[in-house]
């Protein structure tokens, strides 16, 4: 994003003292993020917040993938549920659960043998067997073309009571940084243009002078949860 246009729309909108971060938007084509693998074999959790102003049109788009295994992902489907898929097997949430309208607050844990996926509040569990393998995200397998659209953030995962991954997803560059062990991604068939500033107005993030496209508006908003 032009950094002396997000000055001044910062300057006009923003106010003094307020909250601003900048936000991705995957356009669902090619790009995607590789990370360095991430492999669970024990009590775990993965948080992330994601939104998408359209549903996935016959076909799903995915959060989370591994590029060599279909066996491996976290997907949203068309008629908005969605799956986490182990090696073991797969949890999947009723219908609906996912909004087109707001942020998708995504819990994934393991304590034991018991696996629970939780979408905006709806829970599902099972024993679904590990490891989860993560090497990517936005993308399922490489050449799946079932890459994500829209915006996702805030990615943390814990190992057995430790966080090993930290993805904020807040970095205005190709680079997407781990916080945590240095373990960054880049974007691949990015643009400059997918990043955008956005304001805190307490209930939802407020663009700053995107581009458009990719993003909707210039002042786009992402509605909180």
């Avoid at 938007?25 to 074999?41: D, Q, S, W, Y």
């Avoid at 948080?47 to 590029?67: I, K, Q």
């Avoid at 990615?155 to 904020?168: F, H, P, W």
């Avoid at 107005?201 to 496209?213: A, H, I, R």
Wanted: cysteine-free.
């Amino acid at each position: 994003m032009n950094v002396l246009r997000h000055i001044m729309y910062q300057i006009i909108f923003g106010g003094v003292g307020t909250f601003t971060r900048y936000f991705r938007r995957n356009g669902g084509l090619t790009a995607f993020v590789p990370i360095p693998v991430i492999t669970l074999n024990s009590d775990l959790e993965i948080t992330l917040s994601a939104w998408s102003d359209r549903p996935a049109v016959s076909f799903p788009y995915t959060m989370l993938g591994n590029s060599t295994s279909g066996t491996h992902y976290l997907v949203v489907y068309d008629d908005l549920r969605v799956q986490l898929q182990a090696a073991g097997g797969a949890l999947v949430t009723p219908l609906g659960v996912w909004s087109i309208t707001k942020e998708n607050k995504i819990v994934i844990t393991r304590v034991g043998t018991l696996v629970t996926l939780n979408v905006n509040g709806t829970t599902v569990t099972g024993t679904t067997e590990l490891p989860l393998i993560f090497d990517q995200i936005y993308k399922y397998l490489t050449g799946s073309g079932f890459n994500f659209v829209g915006v996702i953030s805030d990615i943390r995962v814990t190992d057995n009571g430790t966080l090993i991954r930290s993805y904020a997803m807040n970095d205005n560059s190709d680079v997407i940084v781990d916080s945590v062990n240095g373990q960054n991604g880049v974007v691949t068939n990015g643009s400059a243009d997918d990043w955008g500033v956005f304001a805190d107005k307490s209930t939802l993030w407020k663009g700053q002078g995107l581009t458009v496209p990719p993003w909707v508006s210039i002042d786009q908003e992402l509605l909180k949860e």
